[in-house]
């Protein structure tokens, strides 16, 4: 408390030694409604909050984790059907999950591995005994219909090795426990070893072969029926060997084209192999003397994902990138089914044991089930994946947004989809098409666009969505739509579509107020820079009536670039960020009141300290470096600070830098030569990180140790075209010629003062041209700014190349070069890329603080209050993400060093902070079911929760592990045993294992055994419950919710 009183005095005496400086009181309380405000600086200094120390105490405290919400990637590996085909197996991670085929609802998870599962085989002679094994060497078994962990094994892998493939041999024909041949790859090494372990006692078996294989990963099929053969795959070769004979053969593909799946026939010894060129070959009899038998198979034009053979043997299914699941004849390459449009790339196949069902995997984290009719039975998906389209476009572009209707999270799903998922019950609702339009498949050599959803805006009853076609090639196009959300159909319905509303694609687009309709308007931003703002009218197309929306007004400011816009609560006014302005508007009609623009390098000052010590009593990993010298000197600087003034403190530090330059330290001095890679690696980061430097001083430093680094080519461009205007003397030259016309036509009296000035002007510029060739060039080498299809190096005012080519014979480059006709032919930069926007980010508190707009720039969190139009406060912080939550008014910032920064908009203290997050694409704060009545500096999230999506394509929030979910539904459960028949039903199976626990004396760790999530609310069958009821009631047996 006394830091806090003695910060505020230094706050005031700051603003009064200021305030001499600053315009009059009315001036600063110059009305938005009444007057338009010019742009102006705000010179007020407010207080500044420095970002923390490394050393902060409270972080060790921190309970909070990160918690896994959504997004497992079930597509990655190949599935795996149960006997009977009721279940399918798919691992992810370290847990292998069980599905229902009938429903397709999560029924359990098998869990205990603890590292990344690399394999799962049902055992040879133990159908209820699933095997898997982890890239450590791990070797686990579950009875997965009980989910139970029965065994683990280690194989004894050295740390720094890791496993590749883990695959069961039928080595000895009668043991319950199979045999299995593990790959595996040191980390010190680019070899690929193998050995043959015992699953039962993970002891490693002498076999007498010497296959050595190659560096490249290998894909492995098994035969374990009644052909002892192993396939290994590695790029183009192909090794089949006998693990009973232990022979062996290496054969290769045909051109020697890489092998990309390879699987082996179940009825015959036959392996089946597909390539990067979309080419399938059967081989036969390839452990014979003579020649190999092949059959080709090829319709494919991409690289084969994944094959899969029938029960019987006389027909495989495959995929490709095309979309396109292909049924082939074995006898006949010639006669093919197909089933097209399976909505993205089929990654894996898996057909059941009756050959009744066929799981098929695709790229947007789908598995469809296809029957025997060659249609989709049903589809089961938690989660959309974006493919990767070769674009480099965003893959999330609308980010993570809150639908205020049912308080679901929004982002993009499908190529031109949107899918809603909900927290409460934890899995998707429904993919819904924006663009209605087919998707273009993906080809190997070119790479093809598709439309994509860019922006999104909700508000209770509408939802406003930007879409763009960009090919690079063609004039983009944009389609701006309004969907109204239909009651009756639970659906939204399209209102009205606008073509091309701006040029380029979109910026921004926010509703004025998300739950209000009254007077509701949506304001857009496009690459164009101008902002539109739409309201809904009546409509007057005889063919359509009701209501529509049109743009009632629009604007720009000063052409500068705009990133960024924001509501106010009450949806009046409207805030954008223009460069490093910040314009405020009126909503309706888009007149400006008010331009507010920081100080020119604004830096803030710091009359707050923010100091962190330990808790007495609390175990930290620091404990041992936080001795009592240390506290002690911690609480003496601490006093020093509250209980002396300014001046004593300033003296006694000008003191202290006295004694410091004094001391004679003399450090070694090390030439820039003998730096070792790692060492400039680890100097690169820490200079990157010091943000009191600016761009010349780091790259100062980096000359000086000897470290050469390349530039982003947008920033490559922008620093190209900076040196050549500054260095291009041409201008200058040309404007000290038209002074020398001038001076021709003056009077005698005055020409000679006017030539004496003219001389020393261009004796100046032949000092400043020296001093660039000198210092500046050199010093510019330390960046890599050479055009790597030409390798052309910096001149004074020329580009050479290699030296080899005359000024004269300049050729144009990406800037926009000319050529000219003089010897002293010089570059001229024609075109300019546009200022890139200081303002990134604008967004509006609320309640209380409702007049208070937070703007973050490249550098900083700054804070305008617009009742008095001043600078409130300002953060020292380089924002990534920013999400607002009206209902708690908290800030949580994302940082682009990967930190969360959570903090009140009136006083920008951090709340809780966090270092080490994973990279974001978006974050949203998502309002509690069932709010708890804290103290936000107890719970910050206590009303509402925040919620991130990952690069890794996940949805992770912040709570505490192993705590009960307040706003998760209350699990079944059930107090007796259902009878043998029903074991295996939806609600029968978790009934049994449940009254078996109680009678149980020695608790087991056992999953939930009930056919989807404990957190699901909806009852999945209501006739297998109906059932369920009458088998219990004879036992009067009882059940609660």
Known sequence: MVCIQKAAQLNTKIRKQHSATTNTESERRASIDNSVVTTRECYSKPFDIEKPPNMDFEELDDKLKLEFLAGANLVKHPPLFAPGGEFLFIRYKDVVRVYSTATGQLARQLTGAGAILISMELELQD??????????????????????????????????????????????????????????????????????ADTSSAERLNVPCQLNLLNNDPLVAVDTKMFKFIAIVQGSYVYFLNYKTWVWKRLFNAHRVPITVVRTHPQEEAVITGDETGKIFLWREFMSTASVKTTLYHWHHTSVTSIAFTPTGTGFYSSGNESVLVHWNIKRPDLRNFLPRMGSVICQLCVND????????????????????????????????????????????????????????????????????????????????????????????????????????????????????????????????????????????????????????????????????????????????????????????????????????????????IESISFSQDGSVLAAGYGNTLCIYRAENLKLRAALTPPTGFDGVVPYVHISLRRKGVESPLKDEFTPEKRKWWLKLFNNFVEKNDETIVKELDKLAKRCEKIDFKPEEVAAEEIDEETKKE???????????????????????????????EGRERILSYLYDTMLPEGQRERLREMQEEVKHLTVRHRYRAKWRLHESEKRLNRYEAAVQEKLLPLMEVLDLCDESSKEALANGNKTNNGSASASEATRTKVGVEKSDE???????????????????????????????????ERRVLIYNLLTLRLHAACKLSVEHLAFDPISNLVAVFTKYNELYVFQPNVPLSIYRRRDMPPLLGAAWLPRRHPKNRSLNVDWQAVSTLYFLTDQQEIYYLGVPDSADDDAPPPITFSSSANQAMQYSTFGTFATQQHSDMKSSTRQSIGPLVIGNSHKMAVKSVSECFIFLLKLRHDDGYFYI
């Open 127 to 196: 159908n209820e005994t699933l095997v898997a094994c982890t890239n450590n060497g791990k070797v686990c078994r579950w009875h997965w219909q009980t989910g139970r962990l029965q065994q683990t094994h280690d194989l004894k892998m050295d740390p720094n090795q890791k496993v590749l493939t883990f695959n069961l041999l039928n080595f000895y024909a009668n043991s319950k426990t199979a045999c299995a041949l593990v790959t595996f790859r040191d980390d010190n090494e680019e070899e690929v070893k193998w050995f043959v």
């Open 354 to 561: 009756d050959n009744s069902q066929v799981a098929v995997l695709t790229a947007d984290n789908a598995v469809q089930f296809v029957g025997t009719d060659n249609k989709v039975i049903r589809t089961l998906q938690e989660f959309t994946y974006i493919e990767d389209d070769k674009t480099g476009n965003s893959k999330f572009p609308v980010g993570l947004r809150l639908n205020p209707r049912t308080n679901t999270l929004v982002l993009n799903g499908k190529h031109g989809h949107l899918q809603f998922y909900s927290v409460y019950t934890k899995n998707m609702l429904y993919n819904m098409d924006i663009v209605m339009q087919n998707q273009l498949s993906m080809e190997s050599d070119k790479v093809l666009y598709n439309i994509a959803v860019t922006k999104a805006a909700f508000n209770i009853d509408w939802m406003a969505t930007g879409e763009v076609f960009n090919d690079r090639e063609h004039l983009p196009e944009l389609r701006l739509k309004f969907w109204n959300y239909d009651e009756a159909a639970k659906t939204y319905s399209l209102n009205t579509n606008v073509e091309l509303p701006h040029e380029g694609g979109f910026k921004a687009i926010e509703f004025s107020n998300p739950s209000q309709v009254d007077n509701l308007l949506c304001a857009t931003v496009g690459e164009d820079n101008i902002i539109k703002m739409w309201s809904l009218e009546e409509s007057d197309n005889i063919y359509k009536k009701g209501k529509v929306w049109y743009c009632i007004a629009e604007t720009s400011y000063s052409g500068l670039p």
């Open 683 to 713: 100097l690169y980061n820490k200079i990157m990180d010091m943000h009191q430097l600016n761009f010349f001083h780091k790259v100062l430093l980096f000359q000086r140790l000897g470290i050469r680094i390349n530039v982003h080519p």
């Open 823 to 857: 010897a002293d032919a010089v570059e001229q930069i024609t075109l300019h890329n546009p200022v890139i926007a200081q303002i990134s980010k604008v967004e509006f508190a609320a309640g209380e603080w409702a007049h208070l707009v937070i703007v973050c720039t």
